[in-house]
């Protein structure tokens, strides 16, 4: 998950910072402070896709330490020896005012996920702290600079996808947000219903099936293909992009992509 500004990233001293990091966490010792919380909700998504709302209001602490779209946290099932990592769906402000975490969880056979899909209301599970920085707006702001926002998701990416739609960042006084949204098929594509809610803040859907059927008139393939395929950048040097998804959609393929529609315009 991360914002590229102004399409001048560089990725190859991100990488080293990354893998060093990861050296580092291996061998420190793990300081995990778990809090068991109720589950509050529990419903279909999409296909193979579940909405799990957890009640943090018992845990103020760790409902307000919620501040950034784009942040996770950890999530504990029962015995399960591993946990799950989950990007919180719903913006910050409805930890503070209601009380709870929202999430999108995939069921994978096996998994702790899974598990946690077969719960019910009121069944108690335990979660870390809030963990990473979140998607940093300030990269892409003021809003009259960074007229052009892309914002690619696929699958079960949309998930702080939609934190940060929701939670806002002047998309209405933008001149282009597209928000490229990757499923298999309508069948598997979660959030349909805010769809409208989104465009209403300035948001403009571009729904992509990978595995459409027969009566489907959109976009399809892959995400970074239906934005070639638009070819509708006025201006790349105020043009900010929003990844999150699977490895076929990853930052650098975005980015060459991206570097070569601005050098064929300029």
Known sequence: MSILRRLNLNFTNHRLRRRFATVS????????????????????????????AIDVSDAPDLATSHTR???????????????SFLAIA???????????????????AGSTAEALCALKKGDVVELSQVMGNGFDISRIEPPEKFGTVLVFATGSGISPIRSLIESGFGAGKRSDVRLYYGARNLQR??????????????????????????????E??????????????SNPLSTGAVL???????????????????????
């Not at 779209?69 to 946990?83: E, T």
């Open 25 to 52: 966490a291996a061998v420190r010792q793990d300081t995990t402070v778990w809090t068991p919380l109720p589950l509050s909700e529990i419903e279909p998504a999409a296909e193979s896709l579940f909405h799990i």
């Open 69 to 83: 779209a784009g942040q996770y946290l950890q999530l504990k099932v029962g015995d399960s020896p591993k946990p």
């Open 90 to 108: 719903s913006p910050p402000k409805l930890a503070i005012k209601r009380g709870v975490f929202e999430f999108l969880v995939k069921s994978v």
């Open 189 to 218: 594509m979660a959030y349909q219903d805010r769809f409208k809610d989104w465009e209403s803040s300035g948001v403009k859907i571009v729904p992509v099936l990978s595995q459409p059927d027969d009566s489907w008139t959109g």
């Open 220 to 233: 399809s393939g892959f995400v970074q293909a239906a934005f070639t395929r638009a070819k509708e950048i």
């Open 244 to 266: 999150c998804g699977q490895k076929q959609m990853t930052e650098l393929h975005l980015f060459l992509l991206l570097m070569e529609y601005q050098l064929r315009r300029y």
